[in-house]
């Protein structure tokens, strides 16, 4: 599931092989960009900004989100000319051409074209990112914290607060942190919370394979996330899943171990 590694990963890839090359045309399949073309417009950089990622030229800003399911990729014109795309056509959403690379999303959630000067209206709201270089741990922290009485999983899902951290990391994060997930965040201790969060997701962002357990052997990569119903790692209870969410549309799964992971100051609520 793409999250902010990924999506760093994919800037990071898509940044190499476009930047500084001018767009020799574009094609967005969604109704309200279908006549969008930006053809003849450099591209300056490409950014993620926590799951968003950001295709800039001089005068305009592509804006992009994988959600679930969606990825970039890129292929040669004559790769693309013979048809051997990894994914099925008609899941593209859009494609970015210049005489070297391809660019094509695939599935993408969100894709937006903005006038560059907009593009807060797409990601303005989200809070400071892990993996931004200048990255503010106070702000992330009081953010964090800043509603006491929301469950600690569902804080580090909230992308205005820290951006970045997906269903994964939340449900990770609360395990290292021997922390029921409902906890709620003003009673959890959020400061080591986020720097293991922020030591994870920097390192998993140079890994192929994302690992919260230290190996990358298929399987094994997690402590609780995706294993419901199955041994804990650490003792052997059975992981737990339930679903949480600020909202029933918010809700997430979440995978807990009842017994490394005991219900806040040992009460069962
Ligand atoms: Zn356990």
């Keep these: 599931m793409p999250e902010g590694d990924t999506v760093w990963r994919s800037a990071h890839h898509l940044h190499e092989a476009l930047a500084g090359r001018v767009l020799t045309s574009t094609e967005f399949r969604v109704p309200k960009f279908a006549t969008v073309e930006l053809a ?45 795309i990894r994914r099925p056509a008609h899941t593209i959403r859009a494609i970015l051409r210049t005489d070297e690379w391809i660019a094509v999303g695939f599935d993408l ?15 303005g709201h989200l809070g400071p990112d892990p993996l931004d270089p200048d990255f ?46 409902r906890t709620p965040a003003g009673d959890a201790p959020l400061g080591p919370i986020l720097d ?51 909202t029933p549309t918010q809700e997430r799964r979440v995978y807990w171990c009842p017994t490394c992971q005991p219900a806040f100051g040992g009460r069962d609520r």
């Design 40 to 84: 003849g417009e450099t591209v300056q950089e490409v950014v993620s900004r926590g799951k968003h990622l950001l295709v800039r030229t001089e005068s305009h800003s592509v804006h992009s989100h994988l959600r679930m399911e969606g990825s970039w990729h890129l292929y040669r014109p004559e790769t693309m000319r013979r048809g051997r």
């Design 136 to 181: 503010d741990r106070d702000l992330a922290l009081a953010n964090l914290g800043n509603e006491p009485d929301v469950p600690v999983f569902v804080a580090l899902l909230d992308q205005r607060k820290v951006a970045g951290f997906g269903n994964e990391y939340a449900n990770e994060l609360c395990y290292l942190a021997r922390l029921d997930p």
């Design 109 to 123: 959630g969100i894709v937006e074209v903005l006038p560059l000067a907009a593009e807060d209206t797409a990601v």
């Design 196 to 246: 293991r969060g922020v030591k994870l997701i920097r390192a998993n962002r140079d890994r192929v394979e994302r690992t919260f357990t230290g190996t990358t052997r298929p399987g094994q990569m997690t402590w609780v996330f995706g294993r419901e119903h199955r041994p804990c790692r650490r003792c052997g209870t059975t992981i737990r899943e339930i679903s949480l969410g600020r």
